[in-house]
């Protein structure tokens, strides 16, 4: 079967660093999407990878390795408007999103 | 300013009447979706249309219609058959399919029914 894999719940300080990390089993693989969800509202589009390596976008970067099935979203110096969900899906060879349940992001001062 | 609206945001019903939610783009997008989102689990595709008068169905289509008449508007019924019916529901839009594209997301009803 198809599976993403995402932590349910991750804590970072304000200013900090954080690395939310995804892992995937699909049938094929046609690019990784990572959306910004905040609470009862529509998820937004963040980053797009299809090759391997970094893609960075301001204080937002994304990581793919596709050998190991692998992403990771990295969000640098922290704000508290950062709390949120963080969506990790994948499109397969059919071209249909498969979607993890999401990592919620919570920021403490 | 393009986008795509949901109507209305919350919405409440009783159990075994049907339910129809509006979504409307401007995108010009051919491809249109609804998801269903319930806590701790990730999207689920109900329905999707690539085109006008055309629609497949996704992962949980059971208890769901669509129509897709016209390219601005991909209305999604909720029948009485619909065991597990609340939750909250998303509608998007992508340019297009059979490559990859970003979707774009209406801001979502959230429907409970009692």
């Known amino acids: 079967g198809q599976n993403i894999d995402q932590p349910t719940e991750m804590t970072a300080t304000e200013g900090a660093i954080v690395q939310i990390n995804c892992t995937y089993q699909t049938s094929g693989f046609n690019g990784l999407f990572w959306y910004q969800q905040h609470a009862g509202e529509a998820p937004t589009f963040l980053s797009y990878?299809?090759l391997d390596g970094l893609e960075e976008k301001g204080r937002f970067s994304s990581f793919l390795s596709r050998s190991k099935g692998y992403s990771y979203l990295l969000l640098k110096e922290l704000q508290m408007k950062d709390s949120a969900s963080y969506l990790c899906a994948v499109t397969d060879s059919n071209y249909q999103l498969i979607w993890g349940a999401g990592t919620k992001l919570i920021i403490k001062p | 300013d393009g986008g795509i609206t949901q109507s209305p945001k919350y919405l409440f019903r009783k159990e075994g009447q049907n339910v129809t939610l509006s979504c409307e783009q401007n995108l010009n997008h051919d491809a249109m979706y609804w998801y269903r989102q319930d806590p701790g689990q990730g999207l689920r595709l109900i329905y999707y249309s690539q085109i006008v008068n055309d629609f497949q169905k996704g992962d949980i289509a059971e208890g769901y219609s669509v129509s897709r008449e016209k390219k601005e508007s991909f209305p999604l019924t909720v029948t009485s058959a619909q065991k597990n019916p609340t939750a909250f529901y998303l509608c998007?839009?992508?340019?297009?399919?059979?490559?990859?594209?970003?979707?774009?997301f209406g801001p979502g009803t959230r429907l409970t029914v009692t």
């Open positions: 998007a839009s992508s340019i297009g399919e059979g490559d990859v594209y970003e979707q774009y």
């Open positions: 990878n299809v």
